[in-house]
């Protein structure tokens, strides 16, 4: 009789001990859930979605799972999409009822205006984090409080397993990012003058007092490589928070730092990686084992 | 006991292991991406990862957009959506490890193959001249056999839109 329910905790006791959460990992998730709506209300709040608006149409060439775009988005319709993503959003940061289909609605939102941004050509890869997170929790259900408790168990497990599956997304994107420049440009990438060449180069995007940091930045050829160092190195052992809860919170602070200094210095966008980074790994410390918020909800029950 | 209205709820979700299973679908996606294939990421336009994997290609074989401009440097009004395009030329076989020539982030390189763009097209003397501007560089991985050049099959296109800019086309030029 005893059989099944060993080996569900065996499975359950393995999947913590890999990827280790707090004290108590559904609030831990039900917190980041919602944040994680605030970051999509933020892109669809500030992103650059009409850079298509003045492109030539023989210039559009959509991505293959969005080739039935014929042409680009005309401007009404990205207005559309990003009030149906922002209301999608606040459902998600605010409501319990309809926190899945306002989930659901903003996710496909940001994937179709990420698409037709990325329809011409251009590197566009500026949603991909914020998407690839999202989409683990696109199955979450959202059972309210009269429900019972089978299914308030469905939800709570569906919520942990989708908060340990996004902090395992985060480090593997940004492995794969390191890895891909090792494959493509080796170490030089990091110990050369790759990184004074890419201010250099950005200083001309920003103007103004973030034009005279990056030329600044990029004549410090030892620092420019150490700094390039640090953020590859970062990106390559970015796997290990995986494991090490304690190291989620620096990689996190490091990583924001970097796409900080990207958009002072080169004046690119990169808060759809920053947040949902700074969200999910830093949901830890929020609910850092001894904190009197973990102390205070240790006595709620849990499943995992 | 589990009521009817709470049955209807229960249906409205996908139950039991589905959703504990899903979030782990997709980090297999992400890892099958990124070690595996990325060219069959599903969303392929969003460019997951700085640098794709490299063609097993012979050749690029690149084209230029331009579209008029005025004396200020400025699209006319109107005349950009009928870009005029023309196929320039075709890099040197030896650039075929260069792989893609715009989605790197190693800008050095990035450098060197615009650079090799732009020898090849003011070399061409076919555009630059001083009322267009080059609104696009588009590359075209094309196949070689053994045998020669077999029938060029455009395979995967991509283009420069704004970083191998005016300005160095139009210093290049001069």
């Known amino acids: ?304 | 006991m589990v009521d009817e209205p709470e049955l209807r709820k229960q249906r409205r979700f996908p139950q039991g292991l589905f959703p504990k299973l899903w979030p782990w679908l997709v980090v297999v996606a992400v890892l099958w991406c990124g070690f595996v294939d990325i060219e069959a990421w599903p969303l392929s336009g969003f460019h997951l990862f700085s640098q794709r994997r490299g063609p097993n290609t012979s050749a690029l074989v690149f084209e230029v957009t331009t579209v008029p401009v005025d004396f200020k440097g400025n699209a006319k009004p109107g005349v950009s959506e009928v870009a005029q395009r023309l196929t320039v030329g075709e890099l040197d076989p030896s650039y075929s490890k260069i792989g893609w020539l715009y989605t790197t982030r190693d800008h050095l390189e990035r450098k060197r193959r615009c650079q090799a763009v732009f020898d090849a097209v003011t070399s061409s003397k076919a555009v630059l001249a001083t009322s267009q501007r080059v609104l696009e560089v588009k590359v075209h991985r094309v196949s070689y056999t053994r045998a020669g050049l077999d029938s060029p099959k455009v395979q995967v296109k991509d283009s420069i839109v704004d970083n191998c800019s005016t300005h160095d086309l139009s210093s290049a030029a001069k």
């Open chain 1, 1 to 304: 009789m005893s059989t099944p329910e060993i080996t569900a905790s065996t499975k359950t006791s393995l999947l913590e001990r890999a990827v280790p959460l707090g004290a108590n990992p559904v609030m831990l998730a039900r917190t980041t859930l919602r944040l994680l709506g605030a970051v999509l209300l933020w892109r669809f709040a500030v992103g650059s979605f009409y850079q298509t608006a003045t492109m030539a149409p023989e210039l559009f060439h959509p991505p293959s799972t969005f080739s039935w775009l014929t042409g680009p988005l005309d401007p009404a319709v990205i207005a559309a999409l990003r009030t149906l993503g922002a209301g999608g959003s606040c459902l998600v940061i605010f409501a319990k009822r309809g926190r899945h289909i306002g989930l659901v609605a903003a996710w496909i939102c940001l994937a179709v205006l990420g698409a037709n941004n990325g329809s011409f050509g251009k590197v566009m890869h500026n949603e991909v984090m914020v998407l690839l997170v999202v989409a683990a929790w696109l199955m979450v259900p959202a059972y309210d409080s009269h429900s019972t408790r089978q299914c308030q168990q469905v939800e709570e497990g569906a919520l942990v397993c989708a908060l340990r599956a996004s902090i395992v997304i985060i480090a593997m994107v940004y492995f794969f990012t390191g890895y891909q420049k090792l494959l493509g440009s080796g170490l030089s990438w990091a110990w050369s003058d790759n990184l004074s060449w890419v201010l250099h180069d950005g200083a001309g995007a920003v103007g103004g007092w973030r034009a005279g940091l990056a030329q600044a930045m990029a004549q410090q050829d030892l620092l420019t490589r150490l700094l390039a160092s640090i953020a590859l190195g970062c990106e390559l052992l970015f796997p290990l928070t995986i494991f090490i809860r304690a190291m989620r919170v620096p990689f996190a602070l490091v990583m924001a730092g970097l796409h900080l200094s990207i958009y002072v210095m080169v004046g690119l966008d990169y808060s759809g990686w920053a947040l949902p980074c700074l969200v999910v790994m830093g949901c830890q410390l929020w609910y850092w084992p001894g904190s009197k918020r973990s102390a205070a909800e240790t006595t709620l029950p849990t499943t995992a």
